[in-house]
């Protein structure tokens, strides 16, 4: 990969809107959240779709908020089988049921990722911030599985779940799931405002470890189980999307072209509009792309590092986030200047934890410290990526 022909993206994560049913309070959409009025229409996720197949995509990941909430989905999911994409639905399946399920299987959608908040109905129920949300999730899997579609279950576990991850993978079984992923959260957006609520102990993490290897092991030829560790606990840092802008694009409901879901809120980087430009200019061109892109950009102990092409300096936006710059060596690796940051963060996981800050739509001057209860999302708009005379500015973290 070069400066000037990078490589095409191995995928485009599709985030169709913001809006959902569900309040989680680990939710990776930034905290303020963009509305419908401002999403992008049919016609240019078409446009869009049609410039990543010629880009060189090969999957195609339908995201959001809640992607269901979208009346056009089989329309988009039609048109990117046409373009020979594999498509992949990530949902929480709480909108859904047999007639759509069968709807967006005949538009030839290829595999459907459901998340689920706990194996318990209840805490679950809490978690998600939806009455029956839980119960709803069981009905559409199985629904899903008799209509042929291939099933993903993906249980986001923290603190406050994360003991019953033997009966998260039990339960994956009995949906009779072809793959189980099991990801601690990760600090962006809503979840990063609730760490001190979601962020386990050492212990914790370390029995979830072992449960999950142990059902490796006892599963191994049967079933796939995928673990995303937090990086507060770690010695060195993920490659975070695969590396800034080597693998995956995403596109926001507004039309932000990212190299990560969470980029949006690092300063200085002006991320291009896809209704400005076309996602080929954008992936092989943009400044903002470029930036972060391979290991010109590093400083030590990044640059002398023997892991430099492995972890690609790991998370930009985790760095900026905790040390007020993005440039610096991402502090989930042990050689960071900030690692102590780390330990200075998990030592919350020892309190109790405080109430949630659930996920919900805020008016603009509305502190985000009031952010709590579970009101009815109110209608409105959001502005687009070139805000007009008047108009509020993008969502940002």
């Known amino acids: 990969m070069t400066r000037d022909r990078p490589e095409p993206p191995l995928a485009l994560v599709a985030e169709l809107t913001h809006r959902c049913p569900l309040q989680c309070p680990y939710c990776a959409n930034p905290v303020a959240l963009g509305r419908s009025g401002g999403e992008l229409d049919t016609a240019t996720w078409r446009r869009v779709l049609d410039e990543a197949a010629s ?33 992949n639905l990530i949902t929480s399946g709480v909108l859904l049921d047999a007639a759509r399920l069968r709807l967006l299987a005949e538009a030839g ?22 009455a029956g949300g839980h119960a709803g999730k069981l009905a559409v899997a199985r629904q899903l599985r008799a209509a042929g579609l291939p099933l993903t279950v993906n249980f986001v576990v923290h603190r406050q779940n994360l003991e019953r991850v033997p009966d998260m993978i039990g339960l994956g079984e009995a949906l009779d799931a072809g793959r189980i992923e099991i990801a601690h959260v990760q600090y962006y957006g ?25 059902a490796r ?16 606990y770690a010695e060195r840092p993920k490659a975070c999307m695969g590396g800034w802008g080597r693998r995956i694009i995403t596109v926001t409901p507004a039309g932000k072209a990212l190299p990560c879901h969470a980029a949006e809120g690092l300063p200085g980087l002006a991320f291009p509009c896809v209704r400005e430009t076309t996602l080929a200019a954008i992936w092989q061109d943009s400044p903002a792309f470029v930036r972060f892109r391979g290991t010109g950009w590093m ?38 200047p900030d690692h102590a940051m780390m330990n200075a963060a998990t030592a919350a996981s020892a309190l109790p934890p405080p109430a949630f800050v659930y996920r919900r739509y805020r008016s603009p001057s509305e502190p985000a410290s009031t952010v709590g209860a579970l009101p009815q999302t109110p209608a409105g708009g959001f502005a687009p990526c070139t805000p007009t005379r008047g108009s509020a500015p993008g969502p940002v973290i």
């Open 55 to 87: 880009l060189g995509v090969l999957q195609l990941h339908f995201s959001g908020g809640e992607p269901t909430v979208r009346s056009d989905l089989d329309v988009l999911v039609r048109h990117a089988a046409g373009l020979g994409m594999y498509s």
């Open 109 to 130: 959608l290829d595999h459907i990722q459901l998340s689920f908040q706990d194996a318990d109905p209840g805490n679950a129920d809490r978690i998600g911030g939806l």
């Open 190 to 214: 809503w979840a990063l405002m609730n760490r001190d609520a979601l962020l386990p102990t050492r212990a914790q993490l370390d029995a979830a470890t072992d449960a999950v290897e142990a």
């Open 217 to 232: 092991a006892r599963l191994r030829g049967r079933m796939v189980i995928d673990y995303v560790v937090p990086d507060y």
């Open 299 to 336: 400083a030590e102990p990044c640059r002398s590092c023997d892991q430099r092409e492995t972890d690609w300096g790991g998370c930009r936006c985790q760095a900026f986030t905790l040390t007020g710059d993005a440039a610096r060596t991402d502090p989930a690796c042990a050689k960071a």
